[in-house]
């Protein structure tokens, strides 16, 4: 169950505490270049706010709204389910709120993945209810075989096999955010 040091971290064909790299560093440059360019042209004309899902969504909505060339602001909110587990606990909390009013705004929640889906369909629903002109949903992952709850992705960056992954924000009890790929995680590491 210990986990080895960052530096170990960064050779995942090595082992280590990776199995297997999912999507490369050069993948998720390419396809947010790519979901940029459709957000740019999907919203031209008129003014767009972000929401990013903390902690999760910090590199992609980094990444993202460094593409856009839309009139954009950005906005976060901090929900938890997961904790210090590999399975989603199903209750969300919000850890922090919205600063803006979403009322009559075109709103895009930035995500980083969609697991269970739990998480997204109780975020759409709560920010449904505060009157927004427009909801849509921009994810770099998803995990079609465990999707508990249907969630409607306009933007979605990868379809990925349902094992548990770190890295580019998704964190195992906080540790493995930093890397710049995305990796399946050992399951020594959870003592899976
Ligand atoms: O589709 P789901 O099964 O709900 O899982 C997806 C959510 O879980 C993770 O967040 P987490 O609650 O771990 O918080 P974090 O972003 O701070 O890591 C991830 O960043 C998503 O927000
Ligand atoms: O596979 C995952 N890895 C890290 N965090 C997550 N949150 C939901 N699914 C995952
Ligand atoms: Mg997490």
Redesign the pocket.
């Known amino acids: 169950m210990s986990a080895t040091s960052p530096a170990a971290w960064r050779h995942p064909e090595v082992g280590g505490d990776l199995v297997r790299v999912v999507v490369s560093e050069e993948e998720i440059r390419s396809r947010l270049g790519e979901l940029a360019a459709r957000i740019d042209e999907d919203y031209a004309g008129k003014e767009l706010l972000l929401v990013g899902?903390?902690?999760?969504?910090a590199f992609v909505m980094s990444d993202l709204m460094r593409r856009l060339t839309l009139d954009v602001s950005m906005d976060w909110m901090?929900?938890?389910?997961?904790?210090a587990s590999t399975q989603?606990s199903g209750v969300?909390r919000i850890l922090k709120d919205l600063d803006a009013d979403i009322t009559d705004r075109h709103v895009l929640i930035v995500?980083?993945?969609?697991?269970?889906?739990?998480?997204?369909s109780w975020l759409v629903d709560n920010l449904y209810s505060r009157g927004p002109a427009s909801i849509e949903i921009a994810t770099l992952l998803r995990k079609p075989e465990?999707?508990?709850v249907e969630v409607d992705v306009k933007y979605l960056g990868f379809d990925i096999p349902n094992e548990f992954v770190v890295g580019y924000?998704?964190?195992y009890a906080?540790r493995y955010?930093q890397l710049p790929y995305v990796a399946v995680l050992a399951p020594h590491v959870y003592g899976g």
């Open positions: 899902v903390l902690k999760g969504a901090a929900v938890s389910s997961y904790g989603s969300v995500e980083d993945i969609i697991d269970s889906g739990l998480t997204l465990a999707v508990k924000g998704l964190d906080e955010r």
